[in-house]
Nanobody
């Protein structure tokens, strides 16, 4: 069974940085899409950074230029480097991995989820 475990969240002042990690275990395939989503209080979950099966990376407009998604070669760990954090980045962040390589992109219904980790950015 695929399991994802996030770490690295916490509290930081606006303008600061955090690096989220996601340890992935139990998978037998490689090349699946991988992504970070977040859900702020009272809002729907949104995809903020994504690596498709072909390696193409996309970011939500709200985080472009500030967040960087990366993964280790073995695809056992996914990272999200978050710089120049803003108050509006406060949310629960979720790591996700595609259930199959047949789906090029990660979406709500075709991924395994981590349990989520909180990020709070104070002004």
């Amino acid at each position: 069974q695929v399991q994802l475990l996030e770490s690295g969240g916490g509290s930081v002042e606006a303008g600061g940085s955090l690096r989220l990690s996601c340890a992935i275990s139990g998978h037998t395939s490689s090349g699946n899409c991988m992504a970070w989503f977040r859900r702020a209080p009272g809002k729907e979950r949104e995809r903020v950074a994504h690596v498709a099966t072909d390696g193409i990376i996309r970011y939500a407009d709200s985080v472009k230029g500030r967040f960087t998604i990366s993964k280790d070669k073995a695809q056992n760990t996914l990272y999200l480097q978050m710089n120049s954090l803003k108050v509006e980045d406060s949310a629960t962040y979720f790591c996700a991995r595609g259930r199959s390589v047949i789906w090029r992109e990660c979406a709500e219904l075709n991924v395994y989820w981590g349990q989520g980790i909180q990020v709070f950015v104070s002004s």
